[in-house]
């Protein structure tokens, strides 16, 4: 499956932004999709992740309660709602796929997207 993040731009800390990960191949719907996201000088970091019929999904601690991530099997894309956006959220933001479960460590992860810049602002 090939992966193209997209939705990322700058936005004041508080504010919201909705990143899309549009994913080819038919296969879509039984892939595990993941976000992560790397600040410079930082590891990857585990962001969220959804099983293939949407009922099962992780956050990173850092972003629960203001992150909330879905996805559209008839759109072959899943969503990354980002909302209370701090300055620490700034990143580049990376979908990922994989098959089997769910996971949170991003380097189980298979595919990748190419990323999408979030700056937040103070």
């Known amino acids: 499956v090939q992966l193209q993040a997209s939705g990322g731009g700058l936005v004041q800390a508080g504010g919201s932004l909705r990143l899309s990960c549009a994913a080819s191949g038919r296969t879509f719907s039984s892939y595990v999709m993941g976000w992560s996201r790397q600040a410079p000088g930082k590891e990857r970091e585990f962001v969220a992740a959804?099983?293939?019929?949407?009922?099962?999904?992780y956050y990173g601690d850092s972003v629960k309660g203001r992150f909330t991530i879905s996805r559209d099997s008839a759109k072959n894309t899943v969503y990354l709602r980002m909302n209370s956006l701090k300055p620490e959220d700034t990143a580049v933001y990376y979908c990922?796929?994989?098959?089997?479960?769910?996971?949170?460590?991003?380097?189980?992860?298979?595919?990748w997207g190419q990323g999408t810049l979030v700056t937040v602002s103070s």
């Open positions: 959804i099983d293939w019929s949407s009922s099962l999904t």
């Open positions: 990922a796929a994989r098959t089997g479960y769910v996971v949170r460590r991003p380097d189980e992860y298979d595919n």
